[in-house]
């Protein structure tokens, strides 16, 4: 084929410049989304367990991780805080999460490790009572309603917060966790610090619940249990509460509000809350005006020295990911994103890991 | 009066004293029998229909083939990653348990007999078919996963061939007690040593029986899940390898998602438990089927 | 391979025994391999079963230490507070089989007692493979159905019975507090008594086919009617076969964990109300196993040999009452 007159020249190499620009820049715009200046990973497989709470985020961000490294699987077996601290310190997982780190009497790893703040959610108290679509709680009915001596949804002091509610008579069933949870800690801690000497039943991981109160492995099944028991009441994260459509109660905060737990008033409650120089913050009971009082932390644990490459390698690309994309990729499932010093912290303390 | 079908006690019955008591006893005994077999049809109809309705419409050839949503409340989806999981599972610990379950029967049987070694291994095989699965999984979750630090789909297959191991032993001696003497004097009487007999004339003839015993254990092992729950990690992508890496199976899949409040997670747990079930049954009636051919060829042989 | 020598026919089945001072047959070495290989093979199971007893006491060595023997009859389950005390688990597993065993006896007798006795001879194998269609359903397909279609009615009929006797004296302390959503001791024995009928139907029924026709003839030409038959000849013989039928029924129920662990809502406890929230021993490993640490792994995996343990001694039970029977009925024991 020749090309012949000057036109039809000019139009071709027109044509190819226009589109190898056009290519050239679509790369540039594909490669921001990457790292910038990441290549392409080699194979290598991340194993990490823990957080229920954290468990929607992760798998969120673990399917646009695949898009940017497609030779990296991760894979993310939940399981519970409890479970992904013990897994990180046994060595069966690359990474553990947890809504809360270390406590007095558990199993420490023996390597140095990080804490990586990841995002925060709130932990929504979810209601299954016939005819009611809200409600307002502060934390002495909550402890009330949890350690069993409130027994029915019209009780004085359930009707006292809310006067225009027709409350039924309807049993209160308590929706519980039944493995080591972090979700169970932060709630716990929220009623020892809020409620005061009205909460006995202490703070952790477990706590000893009511003997009728229903046992559920992981937030989802707490939330499913909410949703199929009439006269439910639960603990659960934002983000499965809002997916299966449950009804929230309004929580006091410190401030004297009703807040309803939301993206924004997760956000809300960091303000004016320092991260410490391990990066471990605590939120809970915030002093923030409009900050929703019940809202969780959560941590990626990692080993500050990595010693295969591959591994270590993905594993920095897939936390240097969370922290660069979080503040996007968040409030799509339900998560509120931490603030920038505290990403900006997390990306120098993952910058440190060594590998190999 | 209406006529007892009691056989030959009905002309009787009719005229002595207490008559009508005692047919009406009989009466209401043959009521409550029958009720008993509708009593025992009726959850299978109602299990079988459920998950064959439920799980329906979302089963097809996008579900067999696609992998699980990374995210639970996802609608969609499929369960490849499962399906692959479960039968590389079941086929690993087949590998182990049936080779040498069948050798501890023939051991057994042609062996060691009446012997007190052999009569202690039965009762004992007897008796740990009746050990929970779960026991099982610990046991190898103690003894291996802490071990090796890893989760993997071969650690699922040691549990699972712990499990198969008495029942395939056991049912292959019945099988091979079966086998008639006459044709193993006859193979000795013809001067083979006892291995030859055992591999020319026992097991062949043995072999449908302990093939449909073998496709019954692999039928009840591949609907475990305990085993697996704490031996096998979980994936949503598929897994091939036996030995690397943490994979997921059918039954581990449904009792995940039987928890979750979300309709997409749910209609997964439905279509894995028809796929589940299809596969299940598909060994059993195999099983059947190589029973009845085995059955028909010695009735036919042995001279009717 | 080897030869074939023409020797002397050999009356019993051992085939080893050679001429002395002849050299030894071919093949010889082959045998005794193999006999070692299939002894080998045979001894995996003791083996294994060993293994399996001697790893789980030493992981719940810690738990026993830390508690000691007491824990087992201990009710105060307490992980928070570092107590686990297993008998509200054992009280459980025993309830619930209980409730099973009282569902899944009758129905499989009267199953048995239909093939054997009442159905015309072309339904019977029809029928008996339909019930062991039952057990070939995995255990997780039951729990799921049960979740999603029989704790929803099930709990309106705990409120509904719970409200009707409130007050009447024994049956109000069994019926009260029913669950909210139907997770209850109750519901996870009627499961367990579904999955466990086929097996004791299989033992019953083979053990009412073996009465001798004599005897049921017998019987009818007295002028029995066909139950009276049953209750005079059937039953009277068959009597250690159903009490072995339902050991084995025990020791299956004690044993099931996956559907129980998903209805019965995963409160340990020790409580009179059937219609409540409970736990069984294999449930809790299930549901707690994965992140206990320290202690309360112990104790979980402690629980497992406990259960080890009880279904062994039921295991044995029964079959040594099976082996009587036979025994009694002539059936030489192997």
Redesign the interface.
């Known amino acids: 084929m020749i090309l012949r007159t000057r036109l039809l020249r000019r139009a071709v190499v027109s044509t190819l410049t226009l589109g190898l620009v056009a290519a050239g820049y679509a790369g540039i715009a594909g490669a921001a989304t990457v790292q910038k200046g990441q290549p392409k990973l080699p194979a290598a497989?991340l194993?990490g367990?823990g957080s229920t709470l954290t468990?929607?985020f992760l798998?969120?961000v673990?399917?646009e991780f695949?898009t940017v490294q497609p030779n990296v699987?991760v894979?993310?077996?939940?399981?519970?805080?409890?479970?992904?601290r013990?897994d990180f310190v046994?060595?069966?997982v690359q990474f553990g999460a947890s809504d809360a780190p270390y406590g007095a009497?558990?199993?420490l790893p023996s390597k140095p490790f990080d804490y990586i703040p990841t995002i925060v959610s709130p932990v929504a108290v979810t209601f299954n009572v016939t005819g009611v679509k809200s409600l307002k709680l502060d934390a002495p009915t909550i402890a009330g309603i949890f350690d069993g001596t409130t027994t029915t949804w019209n009780d004085p002091t359930i009707k006292a917060l809310n006067p225009k509610v027709n409350l039924p008579s309807q049993?209160i069933?308590i929706c519980r966790r039944?493995?080591?949870s972090g979700t169970t800690q932060n709630f716990t801690t929220y009623l020892t610090l809020a409620a005061g000497p009205k909460w006995t039943?202490?703070e952790?991981p477990?706590?000893?619940?009511p003997?009728?109160?229903?046992?559920?492995?992981?937030n989802?099944?707490v939330?499913?249990?909410v949703?199929?028991?009439?006269?439910?009441v639960g603990y659960n994260d934002f983000s499965?509460a809002q997916?299966?459509a449950?009804k929230m109660a309004s929580v006091k905060n410190a401030s004297g509000v009703y807040i309803a737990p939301s993206v924004a008033t997760a956000t809300a409650a960091l303000v004016g809350v320092k991260l410490l120089p391990d990066l471990t913050y605590n939120p809970i009971n915030t002093k923030a005006k409009g900050g929703y009082p019940i809202t969780s932390p959560t941590w990626l644990l990692v080993y500050s020295t990595q010693s295969d490459a591959a591994t270590g390698n993905a594993v920095k690309a897939f936390l240097t990911y969370i922290e660069d994309n979080s503040t996007k990729l968040a409030p799509q499932?339900g998560y509120a994103a931490i603030p920038s010093s505290f990403q900006k912290a997390a990306l120098s303390a993952i910058a440190k890991i060594q590998v190999g | 009066m209406s006529v007892v079908t009691a056989p030959a006690g009905g002309a009787l019955l009719r005229s002595r004293p207490g008559a009508k008591g005692r047919k009406a006893r009989n009466h209401a005994a043959t009521a409550l029998i029958v009720v008993a077999v509708l009593v025992a049809l009726i959850p299978l109809v109602a299990v079988i229909g459920f998950v064959i309705s439920r799980g329906g419409s979302v089963f097809g050839w996008q579900f067999l083939t696609q992998d699980i949503p990374?995210?639970?409340?996802d609608i969609g989806g499929g369960m490849l990653p499962a399906i692959v999981g479960t039968l590389i599972i079941t086929g690993g610990a087949a590998a182990m348990a049936v080779p040498l379950g069948v050798l501890g029967a023939i051991y057994l049987n042609e062996y060691g007999q009446r012997r007190r070694l052999a009569r202690v291994i039965r009762f004992l095989s007897e008796v740990m078919t009746g050990v929970p699965s779960i026991v099982m999984g610990l046991f190898i979750y103690v003894v291996w996963?802490?071990h090796f630090?890893?989760?993997t789909a071969f650690a699922g297959s040691l549990a699972l061939a712990c499990l198969m191991l008495p029942i395939v032993i056991r049912t292959s001696e019945e099988i091979l007690r079966l086998v008639p003497h006459e044709l193993r004097e006859g193979s000795y009487a013809l001067g083979s040593r006892k291995v030859r007999t055992i591999r020319t004339v026992v097991l062949p003839h043995a072999a449908p029986g302990i093939v449909s015993g073998v496709l019954l254990a692999v039928a009840r092992a591949a609907g475990e899940t305990a085993p697996l729950l704490f031996t096998i990690?979980?994936?949503?992508?598929t897994n091939t390898s036996l030995f690397h890496?943490?994979t997921t199976a059918l039954s581990y899949q449904i009792f995940h998602n039987a928890?979750?409040?979300?309709v997409g997670?749910q209609d997964r747990a439905y279509g894995a438990a028809l796929t589940l079930i299809l596969l299940v049954f598909l060994f059993t009636a195999l099983a059947r089927l190589v029973t009845t051919i085995y059955t028909r060829r010695t009735s036919a042989s042995s001279g009717a | 391979m080897t030869t074939e020598t023409l020797a002397r026919p050999n009356p019993t089945p051992d085939p080893e025994r050679s001429l002395r001072g002849a050299t030894p047959p071919p093949g010889r070495t082959s045998d005794r391999v193999f006999q070692v290989v299939t002894l080998a093979a045979g001894l995996l199971v003791l083996v294994v079963l060993a293994l399996i007893v001697v790893a789980t006491a030493s992981q719940a060595r810690a738990w026993f230490n830390a508690e000691g023997l007491s824990s087992i009859f201990s009710s105060n389950w307490?992980?928070?507070?570092h107590h686990f005390g297993a008998f509200g688990l054992l009280y459980g597993t025993l309830l619930v089989s209980f409730i099973a065993l009282l569902f899944a006896v009758p129905t499989s007798v009267g199953i048995a007692l239909f093939v054997t006795e009442v159905a015309p001879r072309r339904v019977r194998r029809p029928i008996v493979y339909t019930i062991d269609l039952l057990a070939a359903v995995p255990s997780v397909v039951f729990g799921l159905w049960a979740l999603a279609e029989l704790?929803?009615p099930l709990?309106h009929i705990y409120q509904s019975v719970s409200s009707a006797t409130s007050g009447v004296p024994l049956l109000g302390t069994l019926f009260a507090?029913p669950?909210?959503?139907g997770?209850a001791f109750m519901t996870a024995g009627i499961v367990v008594a579904i999955m466990i009928t086929p097996i004791v139907t299989a033992i019953t029924r083979e053990v009412f086919v073996t009465c001798p026709a004599s005897q049921k003839e017998a019987a009818l030409a007295l002028g029995a009617t066909r139950w009276e038959m049953i209750r005079g000849a059937v039953f009277p013989h068959g009597r250690s076969g159903v009490v072995s039928a339902v050991m084995i029924g025990f020791g299956r129920a004690v044993g099931e964990t996956i559907a129980v662990a998903l209805i019965i809502?995963?409160?340990p406890?020790l409580?009179a109300n059937i219609f409540?929230?409970g736990?069984t021993m294999a449930s809790i490993i299930a549901?707690?196993f994965?992140?206990?640490?320290?202690t309360?792994r112990s104790a979980l995996i402690g629980l497992g040999l406990v259960l080890l343990v009880l279904t062994v001694i039921i295991g044995i039970i029964a079959r040594t009452v099976l082996a009587r029977a036979d025994r009694r009925l002539g059936i030489v024991a192997r």
């Open positions: 497989t194993n367990s468990e929607a798998q969120q673990i399917a695949k699987t894979n993310y077996g939940a399981g519970g805080s409890g479970k992904g013990q046994a060595g069966v009497g558990q199993a049993k069933s039944s493995d080591s039943l202490g952790g477990t706590v000893n619940w003997a009728s109160a229903v046992g559920n492995n992981g989802t099944a939330a499913s249990c949703k199929s028991t009439a006269g439910g499965d997916a299966a449950l499932v | 990374v995210l639970d409340r996963v802490l630090k890893n989760e990690g979980f994936v949503t992508s890496g943490p928890t979750s409040p979300f997670a | 307490d992980p928070a507070h704790i929803a709990s507090n669950s909210g959503s997770e809502g995963s409160s406890r409580t409540g929230t736990d549901n707690e994965g992140d206990a640490s320290g309360w």
